[in-house]
C-alpha cells in the first residue's frame, strides 16, 4: 500500500491554544504579584524623596502615633523595652534594628526608643520611610 506524503509549509497556525496559555501566565503574574503584604502595625510613615527600600526583618520595632511600641507585633512597655530588645536580639543575632515610627510621633518618643535600644547595646539603627512622589 503507498501513502501520497506530501511537504507542504505549514499556511496555517491556530492561536487559540497559544492565547489561553498567555492568558493564564497574564493571571498568574498577576494574582502572585499581589500577595506582597506588609504585616504588622499600621502606621503612617514619613515621607522621604531618597529613601531606599528595606528587605522586611523580624528585628524591627513600630511606634503607633498614639505613642504605643511594639516589638514584633507584640505590645510592649516602656519599662520593659530594653529588656525585650535584648532578649530578640539574642534571639535573631541581627544588628541593625529598623525602627517604623508613624509620622505623627513625637521625637522625644523616638529618641527614648533609640536609647532603649543602645542600652540593649543596639548600635545600627534604619529608620523607615516611604517614597515621597512629588
Request: no cysteine.
Amino acid at each position: 500500500m503507498k501513502f501520497d506524503i506530501e511537504n507542504k509549509p505549514l499556511t496555517s497556525f491556530n492561536f487559540s491554544s497559544l492565547t489561553d496559555i498567555v492568558l493564564l501566565l497574564v493571571i498568574f503574574f498577576l494574582l502572585t504579584s499581589q500577595f506582597v503584604v506588609n504585616t504588622g502595625v499600621k502606621v503612617n510613615l514619613p515621607g522621604s524623596k531618597t529613601n531606599d527600600p528595606i528587605a522586611q526583618s523580624d528585628f524591627a520595632i513600630t511606634i503607633t502615633s498614639t505613642g504605643e511600641i511594639f516589638v514584633n507585633n507584640k505590645k510592649v512597655d516602656e519599662k520593659n523595652l530594653t529588656s525585650e530588645l535584648l532578649l530578640l536580639k539574642n534571639n535573631l543575632k541581627k544588628d541593625n534594628l529598623i525602627i517604623r515610627s508613624d509620622k505623627d510621633v513625637v521625637i522625644d518618643k523616638l529618641i527614648k526608643v533609640i536609647d532603649a535600644a543602645k542600652a540593649a547595646n543596639i548600635l545600627k539603627f534604619t529608620i523607615e520611610t516611604e517614597k515621597k512622589i512629588e
